[in-house]
């Protein structure tokens, strides 16, 4: 069976380097699954779950904002955070949550509203992501 190579990488480090049978994105437009021999593309990714689909079973990660390249048999996300399911801290990411939001209802600056509603789009697909392995 043909399988495709998934790399996730952030600015720090590479998270992520397996071969896969299917991976799911969140993407601008909704959610993208993406087979072995997938036609070229590069889109954009939106913070959410990315879900590698490997000899049958599912491994959940959470993943920020960025970009992804598919080609028919590799698929590169370049994201500004990426972690995998049981790397995230549950009571920590209710907090960065708990926190953005208090800082959303501050009056903020344009560029501070942006990078206060990125760290709020984090924390949640983290929580998504591992309240989902908790069920």
Do not use: P, W
């Given at each position: 069976m043909a399988t495709l190579k998934l790399e996730i990488v952030t600015p720090e480090a590479k998270i992520y380097s397996e071969d896969v049978d299917m991976v799911t994105i969140p993407g601008s437009e909704g959610e993208m699954g993406i087979y072995p021999m997938h036609i070229p593309l590069m889109t954009q990714v939106v913070s959410?779950?990315?879900?590698a689909r490997k000899g049958?079973?599912?491994?959940?990660?959470?993943?920020?904002?960025?970009?992804?390249?598919?080609?028919?048999?590799?698929?590169?996300?370049?994201?500004?955070?990426a972690m995998k399911a049981d790397d995230i801290d549950e009571a920590r990411a209710e907090e960065a949550r708990k926190r953005a939001e208090?800082?959303?209802?501050?009056?903020?600056?344009?560029?501070?509203?942006?990078?206060?509603t990125?760290?709020?789009?984090?924390?949640?697909?983290?929580?998504?992501?591992?309240?989902?392995?908790?069920?």
């Open positions: 959410g779950e990315l879900v049958g079973q599912d491994h959940y990660l959470a993943i920020g904002e960025g970009f992804v390249e598919i080609t028919g048999d590799r698929v590169a996300v370049m994201t500004d955070m208090a800082r959303l209802s501050e009056k903020l600056s344009d560029e501070e509203t942006a990078s206060v990125a760290a709020l789009a984090h924390s949640l697909a983290q929580l998504h992501v591992k309240r989902r392995k908790n069920r």
